[in-house]
T-cell receptor, first 109, second 116 residues
Framework: KQEVTQIPAALSVPEGENLVLNCSFT??????LQWFRQDPGKGLTSLLL?????REQTSGRLNASLDKSSGRSTLYIAASQPGDSATYLC????????FGTGTSLTVIP | GAVVSQHPSWVICKSGTSVKIECRSL??????MFWYRQFPKQSLMLMAT?????????EQGVEKDKFLINHASLTLSTLTVTSAHPEDSSFYIC????????????FGQGTRLTVV
């Protein structure tokens, strides 16, 4: 069974700092990896999708990488802003979606 | 991106009553939709896979008679929590993909259910 772990569970950084969120998984037989953002009490907003044949995707200040051989993905956020404060979830698709445990990010003004 | 709409966004009901939650794909057709449950400060737990025109597939430990799923059209799936109890209080989220299985997924805004 696929297990997805996100480290750290919580992160607090000052505004403007660059940061990296980590996602590790146990089974490399995946289709895609997707990063989501969730605000308190809200649904999920898709940030980036990396297909299994790709190594990375970029959107604005966000860059996500995928290394299937090591079972890792990272989400890089450049020049963090208070509006980036949220919980970030990674999810892998195999036969179903497997969600990570999430990283709660707080960007301090 | 594609839009998935979930309704209602929140509901309070009395213990013993039933509650229906709707999940609609607004600008695409989805043969498969997924229903998740999320407890406070925890990640999403897949409850069931909703298949248009056929029975839903439930994850282990999820009571199918308690959580009734109907996927009557390619744009609508419903989750009915029957005879709700306080322990059913949770955040329920649906998702759907516009393409083939395992393509990018889009999520509804979630439904906060409180059973009193």
């Amino acid at each position: 069974k696929q297990e997805v772990t996100q480290i750290p569970a919580a992160l607090s950084v000052p505004e403007g700092e660059n940061l990296v969120l980590n996602c590790s998984f146990t089974d490399s037989a995946i289709y895609n990896l997707q990063w989501f953002r969730q605000d308190p009490g809200k649904g999920l907003t898709s940030l980036l999708l990396i297909q299994s044949s790709q190594r990375e995707q970029t959107s604005g200040r966000l860059n996500a990488s995928l290394d299937k051989s090591s079972g890792r993905s990272t989400l890089y956020i450049a020049a963090s802003q208070p509006g980036d404060s949220a919980t970030y979830l990674c999810a892998l698709t195999g036969n179903q979606f497997y969600f990570g445990t999430g990283t709660s990010l707080t960007v301090i003004p | 991106g594609a839009v998935v709409s979930q309704h209602p966004s929140w509901v309070i009901c009395k213990s013993g009553t039933s509650v229906k939650i709707e999940c609609r794909s607004l600008d695409f057709q989805a043969t498969t939709m997924f229903w998740y449950r999320q407890f406070p400060k925890q990640s999403l737990m897949l409850m069931a896979t909703s298949n248009e025109g056929s029975k839903a597939t439930y994850e282990q430990g999820v009571e199918k008679d308690k959580f009734l799923i109907n996927h009557a059209s390619l744009t609508l799936s419903t989750l009915t929590v029957t005879s709700a109890h306080p322990e059913d209080s949770s955040f329920y989220i649906c998702s759907a993909s516009p393409g083939q299985a395992n393509t990018e997924a889009f999520f509804g805004q979630g439904t906060r259910l409180t059973v009193v």
